[in-house]
């Protein structure tokens, strides 16, 4: 059917896959966080170790979404990651123990990258052109779905108790993904790019040892520890001001806005302006957001600040996928970007939601050590970032060499 074949009508059926993950992973774990805390008993570091779980699953599945692509036709990939995602949810729906937790968010992760992966890809091959458009509306609905579900979340959740949210969560999931899953494909097979010149395509071994990747590898593994803590520690950070959840959401609510708008608007301006340069000047700006967080006590102001860190974390995501592109080459790229999400995975959840946790619980809540920890971490992603060299200066170094 034409309307199938249509690239812009496969860039919405994308979006659609990947909204309900995104507001399961951003925004989910934010608003059930007060709940699981009193249902079962746990501590601060207990449950900043959902957010690794989610993170670990991540690291894992990135690298091998990329490597199956090679074997198998995206969509069914794709597919497969839709169903899970969904039915992981209706588990933890009735789970008796944090254990129960840890479990769907291992899976929730693991099977979210069998979605963004596949279909990034997708799109970067057919919109040569506006790879950083088309990622940035892609990591719009990834990342903004939390915007829009985290209230209703919320709101279902003090209206119609914990098991009802879990299970409404599951089968929407399950509903929009699986739907139109099998829909994501290139439609042309031999599409070719057009109006670029061919990148020069490094193989897996060199990629790895070019400094380039190390520097984008701890950038993802330092700011991302930053950004994603915030969607963990929202509501602790304002129970510990005196707002109940009702209030404390419109922190969340506020990250995940500028965490969606910032991967549209970014990813666009990442068509046109050296991707490093954007990718600095966020980070310097959750770098200040996160210093100035502990000195107020406004829920207003701090959602404001809040604003800043979601612009630098939806950013990371979108104007990474086309620099790794215009780095490491299009046909490595589904294998290059999960290797480089292993630093997200493996090592953000470690150093922010679980650390994180566990210092608030050493030193009674003080969480201007906490913020001023992640406001170094996002000043050391700036400078970084800007050593991640462009692929016409590391095709001319390997020259050289």
């Known amino acids: 059917m034409p309307f199938l074949e249509n690239k812009k009508i496969i860039i919405i059926f994308g979006c659609l896959t990947i909204f309900f993950p995104g507001a399961l992973v951003f925004g989910f774990p934010g608003v059930m966080a007060s709940e699981w805390q009193m249902l079962f008993q746990v501590n601060k570091a207990q449950l900043g170790r959902a957010m690794f779980f989610i993170l670990a699953g991540t690291g894992f599945s990135m690298y091998l979404a990329g490597k199956l692509q090679e074997k198998f036709a995206s969509q069914y ?12 949810t209706l588990f933890v729906g009735h789970a008796s123990s944090i254990e129960h937790v840890y479990i769907w968010a291992f899976v929730e992760g693991f099977f979210c ?22 990622t940035g509306l892609f990591n719009l609905s990834f990342g903004g779905s939390a915007a829009v579900m985290s209230p209703i979340f919320t709101y279902f959740l003090v209206s119609k108790g914990y098991v009802f949210t879990s299970n409404f ?23 070719k790019e057009q109006g670029k010149q061919p ?28 950004g994603i803590s915030l969607i963990v520690l929202a509501s602790s950070f304002g129970i510990s001001l005196g707002y109940g959840i ?39 700006m959750a770098s200040a957001a996160y210093f100035l967080m502990p000195l ?53 959840g470690l150093l922010g939601p679980w650390a994180s946790g566990m210092i608030l ?20 992603s700036s400078v970084l970032i800007l050593k991640v060299k462009s692929n016409h200066t590391i095709s001319r170094a390997q020259t050289i060499s």
């Open 296 to 348: 107020f006590h406004n829920i207003f102001t701090i959602s404001f600040l809040a604003c800043f860190i979601g612009l630098a974390f939806g950013s990371l995501f979108a104007v990474s996928a086309p620099l790794v592109t215009e780095v490491f080459g299009i046909e490595n790229f589904g294998k290059v970007f999960g290797l480089v999400f292993t630093a997200y995975g493996f090592v953000a």
């Open 199 to 226: 990148i020069p395509t490094l193989s897996l071994k060199k990629t790895l040892s070019l400094p380039s990747f190390w520097f984008l590898w701890f950038v993802w593994a330092l700011s991302g520890a930053a």
């Open 77 to 88: 990939i794709i597919f497969t990651g839709s169903l899970v995602c969904g039915a992981a």
């Open 113 to 134: 990258g069998f979605i963004y992966i596949p279909c990034l890809t997708v799109f970067q091959k057919l919109f040569p052109d506006n790879r950083g458009l088309v």
């Open 169 to 191: 969560a599951a089968v929407s999931s399950l509903f929009m993904g699986t739907s139109v899953a099998l829909l994501i494909r290139i439609p042309d097979q031999k599409t």
């Open 361 to 380: 619980d050493i030193t009674d809540s003080n969480f201007r050590i906490v913020f001023t920890l992640f406001a170094l971490f996002y000043l050391i």
């Open 246 to 284: 009702t209030q404390y959401v419109y922190i969340l609510t506020c990250f995940n806005v500028l965490n969606g708008i910032g991967r549209l608007v970014c990813g666009r301006l990442s068509d046109v302006y050296p991707k490093q340069k954007i990718l600095m000047t966020v980070c310097l």
